[in-house]
């Protein structure tokens, strides 16, 4: 398969580590972009327990220090999630799930960029679930993923 940009080794560790990682609250995810100059995957951010709502807004707490480190609204991001899925028999599940996160106002190139390497990063990642979030942090709630996983 042709590959325009690379997956370098640190990232497919992170990818492995995270997915492997024991979790029994709260969701967890991890941030990759491109980096455009160099045609590579970049780990951007890791956060251990954050809700789906802090993560598309960008407010974290870290060791009690409230910080933000939003997912940009014009620039496409990969975000693996950990997420803590509550069913409706009360069951506590934490399937693993790729946002696609593609505002509608990134830059046309890297769009086309981020796209093209989207089957290779899901591959890598080995998750089948994908979400996709055109339109910022209002596509990005707990209601739209419960909904797409409780649904499929």
């Known amino acids: 398969m ?5 997956i370098p080794q640190s990232i497919k560790d992170a990818l492995r580590k995270f997915r492997f990682a024991r979790r029994n609250e709260g969701s967890a995810a991890l941030v990759i ?23 598309a807004e960008g407010a974290e707490y870290n ?5 933000y480190t939003e997912l940009p609204e014009n620039s496409p991001r990969y975000v693996m999630l ?6 409706k028999d009360g069951r506590k599940s934490f399937p693993l799930v790729l946002i696609n996160w593609a505002p509608m106002s990134s830059e046309t ?6 796209a093209s390497a989207l089957l290779n990063f899901q591959q890598t990642a080995d998750v089948s679930k994908v ?3 055109r339109d910022g942090p209002e596509g ?8 797409k996983l409780l649904h499929s």
């Open 140 to 147: 990005l709630t707990k209601e739209v993923i419960d909904a």
């Open 82 to 87: 950990s997420y803590e899925l509550e069913h």
């Open 109 to 114: 190139s890297l769009l086309t960029l981020h």
């Open 63 to 67: 060791h009690g220090i409230l910080r």
């Open 33 to 55: 972009k491109i980096n455009k100059a160099k045609l590579i995957m970049e780990e951007v951010e890791q956060f251990d327990s954050i809700s789906i709502e802090d993560l």
């Open 2 to 6: 042709s590959v325009t940009v690379d």
């Open 131 to 133: 979400i996709e979030v």
